[in-house]
Structure formats: C-alpha cells, structure tokens
T-cell receptor, first 116, second 115 residues
C-alpha cells in the first residue's frame, strides 16, 4: 500500500534546538516537497527536490535545511535560526515530468511542531 | 502579493444542496489548477484538477469550472454531504521550462455541511 509517512505526528522542542522531521515515500516518486501551514494560511513551499542529491529553496527556506540522499526520503531540519518554527509541516511527493505536463502532489499526514 | 485568493474563509450549506467554492488568481501564467480537501491535523487530499485548455471538469459530485478571462475558478459539490465538511484549498501551477513543480495555494475555505 503506497503512500507518504511523516513522523512523529506531534513534536515538541525547546527554543534554540534544531529538530529534524522525517518524510518517507514508497510511491517511487522523483520529486519531494516540504510545506509549512500556519493558521488561516495556505501552504507555503520551504524546499523541494527533483532528484536524489539535489534540492532547491522554495519561498520560505530561511532557517531550514534538507537532504536527499535516497529517493524515498527527504528529511527537513528546522534550525534555531528559524524565527517562528511552530507550525504544521507537510511533506509531499510527485512524479517529476520533464515535458510539458502537470504534477499532482500527494501529501503526507503532517507533523505539528511546537517550540516551547 | 497573494496570487491565489480564496476570499471566503468559510461556507455553510445544508446537506443535499449545492456547495460552491470560489477561487481567483492574478498570475496569467498559471495553466493548471487543482483543488485539495483537508481535514484537521491531516495532509491535503487531491480532489480534482483542470487544465487551462478546458473550462469544465467533472468527477462524480465534484465539478470545477474555469473562467480564464475572469481569472476565476469554482468548485461545485452536488449534492453536499456532511462528510464533505473540510477545508478546501485552491492551488495553481505555471509550466516552467517544460516541467511543472510549484503549486501556489490559496488560504482555504472551511466548508461546513449541516445535516
């Protein structure tokens, strides 16, 4: 049964600590994405990766870092430099199409991070 | 500047009636539009999409209409069911260099379907 898993569902950290959010997919998708959702807001793109060992900044990358060592995994680190880290974080994946086409993104269940 | 706007934060309808959720966009480069449904504390689920070469796409109870000249799209749910109660996000994508990756989301509309 294919899908995207994010763990843990709820995460608490003290201010000033780095924290890494997990995202795994078994859909054989090339592209993976990280979004952040704040109350009353849409989803904002943090980072995305088209292929292994490559990733690009999204709209709000400051204070975050990612890695893509395996096709299935795209962990996100929220560093102490992120000024407002408390949010709901969503990971997504899609097929990466190189010709004119469109990508439907599939989302994981999300991780709610609370920084105390 | 918000490129995708959902001006109604919430909508309440009676079970069995039609729900109409609206979305406006400003970027004329957008050529693909999607609707996602989201329950609290869960990830969004893809619902329906439409390419800019079409003006209507239908899937069961869900129909999306696109008016390119007005830069407006709408999602119609008929008949509405209590299980449709969720936040609905409109998203748009612009083909970039032959590939298409970035989705720009609206802020969402909370739909409540009353029994």
């Amino acid at each position: 049964d294919g899908g995207i898993t994010q763990s843990p569902k709820y995460l608490f950290r003290k201010e000033g600590q780095n924290v890494t959010l997990s995202c795994e997919q078994n859909l054989n998708h090339d592209a993976m994405y990280w979004y952040r959702q704040d109350p009353g807001q849409g989803l904002r793109l943090i980072y995305y990766s088209q292929i292994v060992n490559d990733f690009q900044k999204g709209d709000i990358a400051e204070g975050y870092s990612v890695s893509r060592e395996k096709k299935e995994s795209f962990p996100l680190t929220v560093t102490s430099a992120q000024k407002n880290p408390t949010a709901f974080y969503l990971c997504a994946s899609s097929i990466w199409k190189t010709r004119k086409s469109y990508n439907e993104q599939f989302f994981g269940p999300g991780t709610r991070l609370t920084v105390l | 500047d918000q490129q995708v706007k959902q001006n109604s934060p919430s909508l309440s309808v009676q079970e069995g009636r039609i729900s109409i959720l609206n979305c406006d966009y400003t970027n004329s480069m957008f050529d693909y539009f999607l609707w996602y449904k989201k329950y609290p504390a869960e990830g969004p689920t893809f619902l329906i999409s439409i390419s800019s070469i079409k003006d209507k796409n239908e899937d069961g109870r869900f129909t999306v209409f696109l008016n390119k000249s007005a830069k407006h799209l709408s999602l119609h749910i008929v008949p509405s069911q209590p299980g449709d109660s969720a936040v609905y996000f409109c998203a748009a994508s612009a083909n970039s260099g032959g590939s298409n990756y970035k989705l720009t989301f609206g802020k969402g509309t909370l739909l409540t379907v009353n029994p």
